[in-house]
């Protein structure tokens, strides 16, 4: 290997032929069985870089690995992946499954610039179509993937929530003990029984002060029902003596054909809307009625210690409105905005 350097145009040559720089390189690299090894590092270490300088480039060896040269300045840098880059802070653009193959975008989860703002009205819209359209699934904040159904003027999900954080990445807490559930005036979750294996499901149980909380239990573009809401579904199914079996799933346990108890009485999900009986932890922490009613919260407050939902039963076609303790345990679903 030889070092050839032009002292007067300050240029280097690093090969094991003896040929001089070319004239448009300061460092010409000449080799056919070797490379130039670019510094290696982690996400978090890159990005620990103090004030590094416009162009630095370094290898990525974790996460979205690759080349990552600095765009920015060394005060405001912004990082870009060589063959592409991602989109941190918004979830799905237009790829399933979170891959954006490589390309890289700048974050515009919450923009500050009149571009960026506008760019992201673009991209809120697109994403609110695709979703409709059913091109890329709908997901929460955890990356769970929910099917959706319009149901007259409506569009809704067709599982129930297995979230467990808020919109803006707060956690819910979990909170299994029983004490602890009865004392609650917050928002938190559980699994019917504590037991994980309900989840996929059946979803969560959560009391209604996470329903109410401003920091939102659904994706963006998407919200709890409000009263007037179910109201609006179960009206449109025609009414609330015969809805239910319209948005019951078909099938029994007993038969091995559906996940409620036997009858199922007059249930065909015409709806598509598949409402499953997922139970209910009461307000004094007891577990209740799993494979025989299911329960969902409505946003809409009764009273001080009271909120709406819907019921629905496995011996009925009907729907119910209740007003029940908010710190019962109870699935939610989200309609579109």
């Not at 032009?6 to 001089?20: C, R």
């Not at 069985?33 to 590092?41: C, D, H, K, Q």
């Not at 300088?53 to 765009?71: H, K, S």
């Not at 999900?269 to 499953?276: K, M, Y």
Request: glycine fraction near 10%; include cysteine.
């Amino acid at each position: 290997m030889l070092l050839v350097a032009d002292i007067s145009l300050a240029q280097v040559a690093i090969n094991t032929d003896g040929s001089a720089p070319d004239n448009s390189a300061m460092l010409d690299v000449k080799s056919i069985n070797s490379g130039v090894l670019i510094p290696r590092m982690s996400q978090a270490q890159r990005e620990a870089i103090d004030t590094p300088a416009t162009g630095l480039l370094v290898f990525q060896l974790d996460e979205a690995a690759g080349f990552y040269y600095n765009a920015g300045t060394p005060g405001e840098p912004l990082w870009m992946l060589l063959s592409g880059g991602i989109l941190p802070g918004l979830g799905v653009v237009l790829l399933e499954d979170n891959n954006a193959g490589g390309l890289q975008i700048k974050n515009i989860a919450d923009p500050s610039a009149p571009q960026d703002a506008a760019t992201k009205a673009y991209v809120d819209a697109l994403q609110e179509y695709l979703v409709e359209a059913g091109v890329i699934p709908l997901r929460d904040i955890d990356g769970n993937v929910y099917s959706t159904v319009n149901i007259g003027t409506q569009t809704w999900t067709v599982e129930n929530l297995r979230v467990s954080r808020y919109a803006n990445g707060d956690p819910v807490p979990n909170v299994t003990a029983g004490n602890d559930w009865i004392n609650l005036t917050s928002g938190a979750w559980c699994w019917f029984y504590n037991d994980s294996q309900y989840e996929d499901v059946y979803g969560k149980l959560y009391n209604w002060y996470v329903v109410n909380d401003p920091r939102a239990l659904c994706p963006a573009g998407w919200h709890v029902p409000a009263d007037n809401e179910w109201q609006t579904l179960v009206d449109f199914l025609g009414g609330w003596e015969v809805a239910g079996a319209k948005l019951k799933s078909a099938g029994t346990l007993e038969a091995g054909t559906g996940l409620w108890a036997s009858p199922n009485t007059g249930a065909n999900n015409e709806s598509g809307f598949t409402a499953l009986p997922g139970g209910m932890r009461d307000s004094d922490s007891q577990f209740h009625f799993l494979n025989s009613i299911g329960h969902w919260w409505s946003s809409t407050e009764l009273t001080p210690e009271a909120a709406w939902e819907r019921v629905m039963y496995y011996d009925g076609i009907h729907v119910a409105r209740h007003g029940f303790d908010k710190r019962r345990g109870f699935s939610v679903r989200c309609i579109k905005d």
